[in-house]
């Protein structure tokens, strides 16, 4: 997008005016070029290896491959970088993985959908558009002033839209008690509290359903990186689920949540269905169930 190539450029001019200083520096003055080399080799061995890096090349080949960005995608992303604070605009969802949320949606034929962190709606807005008009799309965000961009974003779309402002882990307690069950729930919200929110949403997901966590390969602090290193040690030992990670964007993290093979009971529709949209999803319950046989 625009913006995402604004900041690139920005980024690549960066990085030339710092290698340009320190040839000037190594240039003019060995000893301040040496002593700072040194720093940052003890910086470097305090924090353990660097990060994983975003491989810009294998992301070229995914965005192509991919189908393109919805128009209302494009809107989000481009607002978000417009009008929200950078340090803030730079967790969203990129792009490859809002393709990646629309497709297993689909392929799930889900209904009921949660996403835990949804900003500015950039993500939810990928759910909902893989969502029958008869589904519902529940979003869960912390800041009033970033829900109501969502939800301004996502009235625009057929299906269901619930938004809950306030504390991930309240709204997600809330839920279990009111007895909910989602088809696909999506995480992307603080990586230390992760943990937390992935046992909350193994509890509100229905057998056979899918559960996406984001950020789990590329993290902005060393603190963050410990709490998905620990996340991701119990998630692939989680005798619960069946889970792969795939190196799209920052890293995505698929769980199904592991059931017998039995139909399982149909997920109540939404109350306020007309006649007509409650067939429909009376019928696409049958046809999930179905699906679960085979």
Do not use: W
Not at 83 to 88: K, N, Q
Not at 168 to 184: K, N, P, T, V, Y
Not at 209 to 238: H, Q, S
Request: glycine share 6%.
């Amino acid at each position: 997008t625009d913006q995402e190539a604004v900041f690139m450029e920005k980024t690549k001019a960066d990085e030339e005016a710092e290698k340009q200083r320190l040839i000037d520096l190594k240039a003019t003055n060995m000893t301040a070029f040496t002593l700072e080399l040194r720093n940052y080799v003890d910086q470097i061995n305090a924090t353990g290896p660097p990060p994983l890096a975003p491989d810009n090349e294998l992301r070229d080949i995914v965005l192509r491959s991919s189908t393109p960005t919805s128009r209302l995608l494009d809107d989000i992303y481009n607002y978000t970088f417009r009008h929200v604070p950078y340090d803030d605009a730079m967790y969203i969802c990129a792009p490859e993985q809002a393709v990646l949320l629309t497709t297993l949606v689909r392929l799930m034929r889900a209904r009921e959908v949660l996403d835990v962190g949804s900003f500015t709606g950039y993500s939810a807005a990928a759910l909902m558009q893989g969502l029958p008009a008869s589904g519902r799309l529940t979003a869960i965000e912390m800041k009033g002033e970033y829900a109501a961009i969502a939800e301004g974003f996502l009235s625009t779309l057929p299906a269901s839209l619930e938004v809950r402002v306030g504390d991930a882990s309240e709204e997600l307690a809330a839920m279990e008690a009111a007895g909910r069950q989602f088809d696909f729930i999506s995480i992307d919200a603080d990586k230390q509290k992760q943990q937390d929110y992935y046992e909350a949403s193994l509890r509100l997901l229905r057998p056979r359903g899918m559960l996406a966590m984001f950020g789990m390969m590329l993290y902005p602090t060393e603190e963050d990186k410990e709490a998905i290193d620990d996340l991701i040690t119990l998630v692939a030992n989680d005798t619960r689920v069946s889970t792969t990670m795939l190196p799209v964007g920052c890293g995505v993290q698929l769980c199904t949540k592991l059931g017998d093979k039995r139909v399982e009971p149909p997920l109540p529709p939404p109350a306020d269905l007309s006649p007509e949209a409650l067939r429909r999803y009376e019928l696409e319950a049958e046809l999930s169930a179905i699906d679960g046989m085979l």
